[in-house]
């Protein structure tokens, strides 16, 4: 089932990263998040069992992306939302999703794929900067908890 939500978050990067793309774009059939999503849903029809999974995290997304970007903009100060990459961008929008509004994960398993994503798709430092951004926003959250610290080693 993991690695199945795993490809269920490409999947839904993917979509959502097309709808972006060709939303802003001068194209003569505007973009159709519905359609993009189910025919990107169809490629990978075989392999993700989970489809209810795909359809959450591309709707949430989607219908939370203001307040997401609102969540994003503090994290990132020195990167204003709309010069963020658009693929890192993405990225984090599934991920704040994930660790602030649905929260059916634990946060470290929401950062980590948000992570993993960004080292398969984004360029050379977005792994770092997806993590730091997420980090802090965890962080910041009202649900943050931090671990105990492990206990210091008796001398030798």
Known sequence: MASNRHLGRIVAM???YEFDFRHGADVEEPADLAKILERNLAEFS???EDTNFVEDVVDGVHRHETDI???IGPAAPEWPVDQIAKIDKIILRIGVYELMIKRDVPPKVAINEAVELAKAFGGENSSKFVN???GTIYRKSNFYEPEEEPSAKPAK
């Open 14 to 16: 993917q979509t959502l």
């Open 46 to 48: 075989n392999s993700i």
């Open 69 to 71: 970007d609102d969540i």
């Open 132 to 134: 730091g951004v997420l």
